[in-house]
């Protein structure tokens, strides 16, 4: 089996398994504000066991491919959604589970403008800027309790462009 793995576009499609793409695609759902902007209404499921939501800003270092992938995570009480407050594209890496395990991982690269909100329980891999500054605004649940789970990977991938 290859451990190379090529990145793909980012779709609401193709990543509806393991999330939620936030874009301002097609018509807006209602014109507000005087008739003066768009709201895309309601465009992630945020998802907390417990807690409450919070933003935090993430300012994450560029990275290039091709990548080393030898861990992911998931946060097994909250959903976590990622903001760029750029337009520069970024990485995400997925992966289904498979009996507490991550599967083969899935790479995708964002477009300008997109946005993606991991659900609850959703194997990932780090933030992945591809661009400076990696700086993003972060959903997710604030709480008690352990919201982190890492999976290193016996033999690494390698995520291609």
Do not use: Y
Not at 27 to 36: H, R, S, T
Not at 81 to 89: E, G, L
């Amino acid at each position: 089996m290859s451990r190379v793995i090529l990145p793909q576009a980012l779709t609401a499609e193709s990543f509806a398994p393991f999330g939620d793409v936030l874009e301002a695609a097609g018509e807006p759902d209602k014109i507000i504000n005087q008739g003066l902007c768009g709201r895309f209404h309601d465009r992630a499921r945020l998802d907390f066991t417990d807690g409450r939501a919070g933003i935090s800003i993430f300012n994450a270092e560029r990275r290039a491919l091709p990548l080393t992938l030898d861990m992911v995570e998931r946060h097994p009480l909250g959903s976590q959604a990622f903001v760029p407050m750029n337009a520069a594209p970024f990485l995400v890496i997925v992966a289904a589970d498979a009996g507490g395990v991550p599967a083969r991982p899935q790479a995708f690269v964002t477009a300008p403008g997109q946005a993606i909100n991991f659900h609850k329980n959703t194997w990932h891999g780090v933030l992945t800027p591809l661009s400076e500054p990696g700086l993003f605004a972060v959903i997710d649940r604030i709480g008690e309790g352990a919201n982190l789970e890492e999976h290193w990977f016996e033999t690494p991938f390698v995520v291609g462009e």
